[in-house]
């Protein structure tokens, strides 16, 4: 089975990643016959992803080190096809999606 792979790299120091051959800071293996469809939240820290295979979103802590699932959301009855993630003062709205027009709303308080 081959993979995909979400990769961080960092843009802030375009001199850095030249010179170690554009080598990422860390990578996820996915399985690459399977559509994902991700959204971050508005710092950058957190990741929701949905997949085709998947009827729920997963939202994961992005680390230096990698990615560790925090959360898991809502089940849907259908094939998951969009997802969106917006802060509004203390809280976070996840949107997601599913082939059959089924639309899931997630708040999330900020601790």
Request: proline share 0%; with cysteine.
């Amino acid at each position: 089975m081959s993979s995909s792979q979400i990769v961080r790299s960092s843009l802030n120091d375009v001199d850095r990643a030249a010179s170690s051959g554009g080598a990422c800071h860390w990578d996820v293996g996915l399985k690459s016959n399977v559509q994902h469809v991700f959204c971050l939240n508005q710092a950058g820290t957190h990741l929701l992803l949905i997949s085709n295979e998947v009827k729920q979103g997963t939202i994961y802590k992005i680390k230096r080190s990698g990615m560790e699932q925090v959360l898991s959301l809502n089940e849907h009855k259908d094939k998951l096809t969009a997802c969106d993630w917006r802060v509004a003062n203390q809280c976070g709205t996840c949107l997601i999606s599913s082939h059959s027009g089924e639309i899931c709303v997630s708040t999330l308080l900020t601790s």
